[in-house]
Structures are given as C-alpha cells and as structure tokens.
Nanobody, 125 residues
Framework: QVQLVESGGGLVQAGVSLRLSCAAS????????RAWLRQAPAKEREFVAG???????RYIDAVKGRFTISRDNAKGTMYLQMNSLKPEEPAVYYC???????????????????WGQGTQVTVSS
C-alpha cells in the first residue's frame, strides 16, 4: 500500500499562485504514474494533470500554461504549481497514483487505485 498526503491548499485571491504538494509513503513503487485531480462543488471529479516518472506530463486544456506538475522521486513528493488561479477553480484537489507506468499519461480516474484525502483550494474574486 502507498499513502498519499496532500498539502498546500488554502484561500487565495484570483490571479495569485499556489503550490500543492503530495507526499507519498509506504510502497512508493506504486507511484510510477501520478496525477492531480479536483472536484468542485456539485461537479464530477476531473483529471487536471498527470506525470509518468519525471518527464511525461499531460494537462487538461483549462490549465495548460498556468499549472505545472512535477515530482521529486528522491523525496517521494509530487507538486502542482498553480499560477493565475481563476475564480471558477476552487475545488478539493486530490493526488492519486498508480503502479503502472505507460508511455502516456492516463486520464481515466478509475485507473488510479491510490488516492489522498484532498486539500481544499478556495479562490476569491
């Protein structure tokens, strides 16, 4: 089993930046592929960004150019740098991982068996 713990959420004004972290512990071999997902109030949980090992990344169109996903394998930590946050982006942000690394980032949420508890991001206009 792998345990994932998110941190870094909070209340920010629109237009500012925030960096989320996701620390992994336990069976870190189950974190070959990792992702950030979010769920806004009354909406379905959605894929935001993913990373396989350290170099293969993928983003949804809504965050391209503003969000950057990265990971430090030595620390077992993944990050999501969020710039220019928008008022419509408050949500609970979750990190997730899967043990299988593929050449592309998988966006299907069901493919990620390990999830953190989430961290709340609130954006005020």
């Amino acid at each position: 089993q792998v345990q994932l713990v998110e941190s870094g959420g909070g209340l920010v004004q629109a237009g500012v930046s925030l960096r989320l972290s996701c620390a992994a512990s336990g069976r870190t071999s189950s974190t070959a592929a990792r992702a950030w997902l979010r769920q806004a109030p009354a909406k379905e949980r959605e894929f935001v960004a993913g990373i396989v090992w350290r170099t293969v990344t993928r983003y949804i169109d809504a965050v391209k150019g503003r969000f950057t996903i990265s990971r430090d394998n030595a620390k077992g930590t993944m990050y999501l740098q969020m710039n220019s946050l928008k008022p419509e982006e408050p949500a609970v942000y979750y990190c997730a991982s899967r043990p299988i690394a593929t050449s592309n980032v998988v966006t299907n949420l069901a493919a990620y068996p390990y999830w953190g508890q989430g961290t709340q991001v609130t954006v005020s206009s």
